[in-house]
């Protein structure tokens, strides 16, 4: 039984397969320091794109996913005398590549690497929103999108609220690539009624569980595994319950598979095709080691009906939830990546925020023009107790972001307040109380909402009042206390 490839438009102009054929397993497959052969790597891509797989998404940390992509993107250029092929990268800088000069040179290396000069599709992962350059980042980029260097711009791992955050500010967002699958369901929430309202696509990765969402593992002991696919997703299973409960869940897809007469792979990745928000799913691919072609087509070659999505509910619905919303796994603990931490990724993160010594005391200062003129730091370090000055939305030295919106101002205030509490050997779990003031009383479920999903597990002491004014286009400000528990 086979079908035939479904595609759709991401964004105008933006045509793609609905199964993007992933390739950050060309990563693991080089660890030990051996590049992929490049050219048969090549051709594997070429035949995908061929049968109809012909959209191809990869990184800056891929290994050499993206040379790869550019030496596919050339034979078929040289066979075909042009191509409807789709290359979408990723730029992961660290926090301090934030100036126009360092994001064009970024993005230059992606060109020069897959051999273009448009970027079908530009995904943007910044590691922490404590460091607010993603936003002079999101400004360049918008930049490069006008000069034709960018076709579209995307993000990854962005949750809800700071994909609002960007769309409030008025960038242009086609599409949002998240972990998303029947193991982890964060994103079907609020994230895909925002998306959907705004016209924002997801792209959802780890549909299939790095390869644990099939026949092969049913009703086998858990395995002890050592690639960085297994090892991650294998944390997500021990999250939603263990591995006797994913057991279950493959045993509830089996059935569904045997009826259709298909594999639990396709059924899992129909499942996800068929989510509202979900323009494609990721699927990962070993390059001339591995051939899911087939495979894939087969998840388009039937449907599922109520009955079936009425027992994967009524399954799911029992499984435990992976905590947080997107990209939590990246920026709080519990870290459900390969490593348990970032150090697969980052060496480590320096501090948000200039600290400097005074008297005694450590102070953060963040860069505000009005630090040195009104004669106050962001934050105050004595001891183990940390005072936060009241916190605007201040990008820089007077940027206001999200002009007069308290939801997207809230959102950056206590990412500003967080990173001067970090930089100064703090984290969230030390905050003893915060204080908010609005404009507008009216306004108070906006700014507790997001309040509570940063401080939800915390629980501080906290104040919420409307005061007489705020100046300019300010609509919320805020100021918190800290008190460090533990050596750092």
């Not at 076709?151 to 960038?171: A, E, K, R, S």
Request: aromatic letters at 8%; one cysteine or more.
């Amino acid at each position: 039984m086979t079908g035939k490839p479904e595609r759709t438009e991401l964004a105008p102009g933006l045509e793609a397969s609905r199964i993007i054929t992933g390739l950050w397993q060309v990563a693991d497959m080089e660890r030990g320091g051996k590049p992929l052969d490049r050219v048969p790597a090549a051709r594997v891509l070429v035949d995908y794109a061929e049968s109809g797989f012909d959209t191809f998404d990869m990184a800056d940390h891929y290994g050499s996913a993206e040379l790869i992509s550019g030496e596919a993107r050339r034979m078929l250029l040289q066979k075909n005398g042009g191509t409807d092929a789709k290359f979408l990268t990723k730029w992961c800088p660290e926090p301090h590549q934030t100036t126009p000069e360092a994001v064009r040179a970024g993005i230059a290396e992606r060109c020069d690497r897959l051999g273009v000069e448009t970027i079908d599709l530009l995904q943007l992962h910044w590691w922490s929103f404590e460091y607010p350059g993603y936003l002079d980042v999101m400004d360049t980029l918008m930049r490069l999108k006008q000069d034709g260097v960018i076709g579209h711009i995307g993000v990854t791992n962005f949750d809800t609220d700071h994909l609002y955050l960007l769309l409030q500010q008025g960038y242009e967002i086609a599409t949002n690539q998240v972990s998303c699958s029947l193991l982890d369901r964060r994103a079907l929430a609020g994230l895909s009624d925002l998306c959907l309202e705004r016209g924002v696509r997801l792209l959802a990765y780890g549909t299939l569980a790095g390869g644990f969402m099939s026949e092969k593992w049913l009703g086998k002991p858990e395995p002890s595994v050592t690639d960085w696919s297994k090892m991650k997703y294998s944390r997500f299973i021990g999250t939603i319950g263990g591995w006797p409960v994913f057991q279950d869940l493959l045993s509830c897809l089996d059935g569904i598979a045997r009826r259709h007469g298909v594999s639990i792979a396709n059924v899992a990745t129909r499942w996800i095709l068929d989510q509202p928000a979900v323009g494609a799913a990721v699927i990962g691919a070993r390059l001339t080691r591995s051939e899911h072609r087939a495979s894939n087509t087969d998840a388009f070659s039937f449907a599922l009906d109520q009955q079936d999505h009425n027992a994967i509910a009524a399954f799911t619905g029992q499984m435990k939830s992976v905590p947080g919303d997107c990209g939590d796994e990246y920026r709080r603990p519990p870290y459900l990546t390969a490593s348990g931490d970032l150090t697969d990724h980052l060496s480590e993160l320096p501090p948000v925020f200039e600290v400097v010594e005074n008297n005694g005391r450590r102070q953060a200062l963040s860069g505000s023009e009005w630090e040195p003129v009104a004669g106050y730091c962001r934050a105050l370090r004595k001891g183990n107790r940390i005072l936060v000055s009241g916190t605007t939305a201040t990008h820089g030295e007077s940027r206001v972001v999200c002009p007069g919106d308290v939801r997207g101002q809230t959102i950056y205030i206590l990412d500003k307040i967080l990173g001067a509490i970090t930089s100064l050997g703090g984290t969230r779990e030390d905050v003893i109380r915060t204080r908010i003031y609005l404009r507008d009383a009216d306004q108070w479920e906006p700014a507790s909402r997001v309040h509570g999903r940063y401080f939800g597990t915390v629980r501080p002491a906290n104040t919420l009042l409307e005061i007489g004014r705020l100046v300019g286009d300010y609509a919320v400000e805020i100021e918190a206390e800290a008190e460090v528990t533990k050596s750092r």
